[in-house]
């Protein structure tokens, strides 16, 4: 067994994430990673920031225009 009291966070961290994609494989060490990583901020406030608030008619014209322009892109 390896004495953790001598490594660096980051090695523990390498030595970890190693240990959980031999348990589970690539993707399983992903899907339990993501359990515990915090996000920051208020999703909420930024979201809006960012999207505003549009009705489900403006939210309509966006989807249309998109599908027209990924049918011209694609011709």
Do not use: C, W
């Amino acid at each position: 067994m390896i004495d953790v009291t001598k490594l660096s966070q980051a090695e523990i961290r390498r030595l970890g994430i190693e240990a959980l994609t031999k348990a589970l494989g690539p993707a399983g060490m992903a899907r339990f990673m993501q359990q515990f990583e915090v996000g920051s901020g208020d999703y909420t406030r930024h979201r809006d920031e960012i999207l505003g608030n549009p009705s489900i008619d403006e939210i309509f014209a966006r989807i249309e225009e998109r599908r027209k322009k990924q049918e011209k892109d694609e011709k």
